[in-house]
């Protein structure tokens, strides 16, 4: 394309250009960030302190937790300043940068999810051999593979994004960088990316889905055999949150990814991404985490403990400051 210019910067987009809109996206956004951010950091604060909380189920909850923290700040602090400001200006590193860290997060929590769906299987299903099959160099193991494997799954779909040219229009029509709203931008052949997405979606969202789903199968006709009622709710309340983060977030990925470029509504992508980008790292925390028993109990002996010396300091420094007053 002769008359083509090369495109060195790209224009995210908002949800509407109207002032009193973007002010009231950001005021959504920002809390959302903010409670999430919030959530996450008092969930690894409580499982680090407590030592009581020191198993593989909580291991990988503190792990989720840090990634959901790490995936919402890739997006959020971004849009803010486009729906406030309306500075939309991102350069063709920070935007292959962005896409680089919602890849690693996202497949990072996926197996994340995974795994944790593995734990509640042998944690439920084989609770003899719990201690001997998940044992804390399993976890480490398990947890470094997702975030090596990681690595490589968004090096590979972010080196072959932008191993494309650029000489359209630069709007994104998305808050974020993201790699369908890129391809329309592409003067290249975009049919191997497209491929290349829609097989690697496939085999990593649909494996990970069909491991899940197998494991809760087992998991429940494990459940419905238990003596009580009791049992059964307390084994139910830990897995229907973990389901639900799961279906959002894979089915919002899924309509994505899953669809042809070419066939994608614009304003319809902006809002499903917003449910695979912001809601679960938002989800987790509240209908996950802060829902368990064990980690309330936790939180209350954290906070017992913190008022307790923050007590003992001040009582031991206030006769040194009369001291000095007198």
């Known amino acids: 394309m002769p008359n083509s210019t090369i495109v060195t910067e790209f224009l995210l987009t908002g949800f509407s250009d109207v002032w009193e809109f973007r002010v009231l996206h950001t ?30 189920m909580y291991f990988f909850i503190l792990n989720l937790s840090v990634w959901d923290m790490c ?10 300043t486009i729906f406030l400001l309306n500075n939309r200006v991102i350069s063709l590193v920070g935007c292959a940068a962005q896409i680089f860290l919602i890849f690693l997060c996202a497949y990072t929590e996926l197996l994340l999810l995974t795994i944790m769906a593995r734990d509640r299987y042998v944690a439920i299903c084989q609770p003899l051999h719990y201690h001997v099959i998940m044992t804390p160099r399993v976890c480490v193991q398990m947890t ?45 052949d975009t ?26 199968i087992h998991i429940f006709s494990t459940v ?30 899924a309509a994505v990814y899953l669809k042809p470029t070419s066939n994608s509504f614009l304003t319809q992508d902006m809002i499903i991404s917003v449910f695979y980008s912001i809601v679960p790292p938002f989800l987790n925390p509240v209908i996950y985490s802060l829902r ?19 007590r003992k300091t001040l009582i031991i420094s206030t006769p040194s400051y009369l ?3 007198s």
């Open 323 to 325: 001291d000095c007053r």
């Open 224 to 253: 419905l055999k238990f003596p009580t009622r009791g049992e059964r709710r307390k084994a139910f309340s830990t897995c229907i949150p973990h389901i639900l983060i799961v279906i959002v977030f894979l089915g919002s990925g």
């Open 71 to 80: 995936y919402i700040s890739v997006t959020v602090p971004k849009a803010c």
């Open 191 to 216: 049919l191997a990316n497209e491929i290349v997405i829609f097989a690697s979606t496939m085999i990593v969202g649909g494996g990970c889905f069909s491991f899940i789903t197998m494991s809760y």
């Open 292 to 310: 368990n028993k064990q980690i309330k109990e936790a939180l209350r002996r954290v906070m017992r403990r913190t008022l307790t010396s923050f």
């Open 27 to 56: 005021m959504l956004f920002s809390l959302m960030y903010l409670a999430t951010l919030t959530g996450n950091l008092l969930i690894v604060t409580v499982i680090t302190v407590d030592q009581r909380l020191h198993t593989p």
């Open 144 to 188: 470094l593979a997702s975030v090596l494997s990681g690595l490589v799954y968004a090096g590979m779909h972010t080196g072959s994004t932008f191993h494309l040219s650029f000489c359209r229009s630069n709007v994104v029509h998305q808050f974020f960088c993201d790699i369908p709203s890129l391809l329309k931008l592409s003067c290249s």
